[in-house]
């Protein structure tokens, strides 16, 4: 089946500290790929997207490094700060029948520590 | 410009009971999928409505429905209430521009069913 999933589910980061969220994903036909961060009593929020036929993108402190061959996915965050902590959630999107089918994985927690 | 909001933020439902989430997308979005979130667990899409058309649907009963409006507006309906029902659900917004069509969650709605 095709499944989205995520190596650690916590991660405690001092703040100031670089940190690195990690995705897989199992379908080699998903095109674009989302991460978004949850925070307590919110809906998930868009960070940082990319397409499959790029390999890296940068944001304002984030950056998403994709690599096709390993089906991997990661949320690089510089300078973590306390307003980080939050729940991430990668995403893959394919096309199914014209539409995206967006699947999410199970997220990673995010701690920094003050 | 409000963002996506949903109603109730919380409820409380019995087996068997039937219950109706609403939500209202962004300003200028016509397509609102919805999302099931259990706890600790990432968003399972149930179903995407655009036109007031169902147009996709994830692995969900027919116990769950959904309705669009003309204003864009949405419901999702769930009969027959399970225990295992239980949980965050999501409504997201979009613009039908093409392939990749950036979504916008909104607080969601806690159903809790006893």
């Known amino acids: 089946g095709e499944s989205v999933g995520l190596h650690l589910p916590t991660l405690s980061v001092q703040e100031g500290d670089n940190s690195i969220i990690n995705c897989a994903y199992s379908n080699s036909a998903s095109d674009y790929f989302i991460w978004y961060k949850q925070e307590s009593g919110k809906g998930p929020q868009f960070i940082i997207d990319?397409?499959?036929?790029?390999d890296k993108r940068q944001g304002q402190r984030v950056t998403v490094l994709l690599n096709k061959t390993v089906k991997h996915l990661s949320l690089q965050i510089a300078a973590t700060q306390p307003g980080d902590s939050a729940v991430y959630f990668c995403?893959?999107?394919?096309?199914?029948?014209?539409?995206?089918?967006?699947?999410f994985g199970t997220g990673t927690k995010l701690q920094v520590i003050p | 410009d409000a963002g996506v909001t949903q109603s109730p933020t919380h409820l409380i439902k019995t087996r068997g009971q039937q219950v109706t989430l609403r939500c209202s997308p962004k300003?200028?979005?016509?397509?609102v999928s919805w999302y099931q979130q259990a706890l600790g667990q990432g968003p399972q899409f149930i179903f995407q409505?655009?036109?007031?058309?169902?147009?996709q649907r994830g692995n969900f009963p027919d116990r769950f429905s959904g309705h669009q409006f003309p204003n864009y507006s949405s419901e999702l309906n769930v009969n027959a209430l399970l225990l295992g029902d239980s949980a965050l659900y999501l409504c997201a917004s979009s613009l039908d521009r093409g392939p990749y069509n950036e979504q916008f969650f909104g607080p969601g709605t806690r159903l809790t069913v006893l």
């Open positions: 990319i397409r499959s036929n790029m």
């Open positions: 300003s200028g979005h016509d397509t």
């Open positions: 995403a893959e999107t394919r096309n199914s029948g014209g539409y995206q089918k967006v699947t």
């Open positions: 409505y655009y036109e007031e058309e169902e147009r």
